[in-house]
């Protein structure tokens, strides 16, 4: 069986049960390709049966791993309550790994307080045995090659050898909703896990500017998605049509302001759908003086375009920071493949590091600003990887 801890839920005293629920709902998301599955919840553990064959459980822990709101995951055998069968059970289940190393240790855990031996009890008692049936075995209470874990749960006993961690954070869906504003590159996906991994649903935005970015380009940042997606039971991409704003812009605006025009269209489009979606916040990968879009009077400039709260959560986060993370939720192989972005195509020689908000708005006056933003939404279409 496959046996999930989820720590933080029970730690903050928040409702319980919807967390639990929630979770179980994302579990079985995320593992729906994975056979028959009979999933129970007790004790703070989520159980996961397989009822098709034990291979399951293998294919099992290795999805939860992506799953946001699971602290640990341990790949147990489950068995009748007694010493006699645990043993009989270790040695069925690990005793080619027994027969192969030097030094083990019990550990035991008595969730079920009414189990007649207490926790240092079972330990001796299932050592013991262990080393009278295995004569190449010492115990090794500091550094043993292996930890036998037994527990007496409600109904059962299970033995394991160790836990692996889960991606932690809170279940998807259990603390809102939010748009991520997400293009092609190394830093809005990872803006997307943490915001994601914090249990608020997510919804993605992609200003498209077809053909001045190409098709390949979009099915990058659709890849992107899968793949933050599969940490939070899919993510939806509502893919905006940018072209013709973006050929307005340089055709009406001082060519400084592009960048800045371009991003408080993109600030107001994306406020505009996620209104319509239910979302509370814009989220996105800025991060503070990285580019010259992101100095701190240009993120005002930015901010000022909208009134939903903006979260960045990359902003105070250097470059290689971004880049571990991306490493590690392996999103970066994908972000680093050479197609263009829309900022890219059209970015200004000078842009201006300095803006003043009033200068960038009168720019942005030049243009119809609702006829753009309309056609904008209408022309808008949600695709999922
Ligand atoms: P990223 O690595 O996320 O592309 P960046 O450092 O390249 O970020 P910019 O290109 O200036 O920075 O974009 C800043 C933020 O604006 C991005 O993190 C993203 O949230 C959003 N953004 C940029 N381009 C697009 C786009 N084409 N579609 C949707 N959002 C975008
Ligand atoms: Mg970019």
């Keep these: ?180 504003l997400l293009s092609g590159g190394i830093d809005s996906p990872v803006a997307g896990y943490m915001i994601g991994k914090r249990g608020v649903q997510l919804e993605a935005i992609h200003f498209f500017s077809y053909p001045y970015t190409s098709e390949r380009a979009k099915d990058k940042v659709m890849k992107l998605a899968g793949i933050i997606g599969n940490y939070m039971g899919g993510l939806k991409v509502h893919v905006v049509p940018f072209t013709d704003i973006q050929l307005e812009i340089r055709d009406k605006c001082p060519e400084e302001h592009l960048t800045l025009v371009m991003r408080r269209f993109m600030m107001q489009i994306a406020q505009r759908i996620a209104e319509k979606r239910g979302c509370q916040a814009l989220v996105t990968g800025e991060s503070i003086g990285q580019v010259a879009s992101q100095t701190m009077s240009a993120l005002a400039v930015t901010d000022d375009a909208v009134t939903m709260p903006v979260f960045r959560p990359l902003i105070g986060m250097d470059k290689e920071e971004i880049v571990e993370i991306s490493r590690k939720i392996d999103t970066f192989e994908t972000s680093i493949l050479p197609y263009e972005d829309c900022c890219t195509v059209f970015t200004p020689k000078h842009p201006t590091t300095k803006p003043k908000v009033e200068k960038i708005i009168a720019s942005q006056n030049l243009l119809d600003v609702e006829k753009l933003i309309n056609e904008a939404v209408e022309g808008t279409v949600i695709e999922e990887y």
């Design 1 to 180: 069986m496959v046996l999930v801890r989820y720590g933080e839920i029970i730690l903050k005293g928040y409702n319980r049960p919807v967390f639990e629920d929630a979770l179980i709902k994302n579990i079985r998301k995320a593992i729906a390709d994975a056979g028959e599955v009979k999933i129970t919840k007790a004790q703070a553990t989520i159980y996961i049966e397989p009822m098709e064959n034990d291979e399951q459980t293998d294919t099992i822990a290795d999805k939860l791993k992506k799953v946001f709101g699971i602290v640990s995951i341990v790949i147990a055998y489950r068995t009748e309550k007694s010493i006699d069968a645990v043993c009989a059970e270790i040695k069925e289940s690990f005793g080619e790994l027994l027969c192969g190393v030097k030094t083990f240790k019990v550990e035991a855990k008595r969730a079920d307080k009414k189990f007649p031996l207490k926790s240092p009890e079972i330990c001796a008692e299932v050592g013991g045995r262990m080393l009278a049936a295995y004569h190449n075995l010492k115990v090794d209470v500091k550094n043993p090659d292996v930890i036998l874990h037994v527990e007496m749960r409600e109904g059962y006993a299970y033995v394991h050898t160790g836990r692996e961690k889960g991606t932690g954070g809170m279940p998807s869906g259990t603390n809102g909703k939010a748009m991520l």
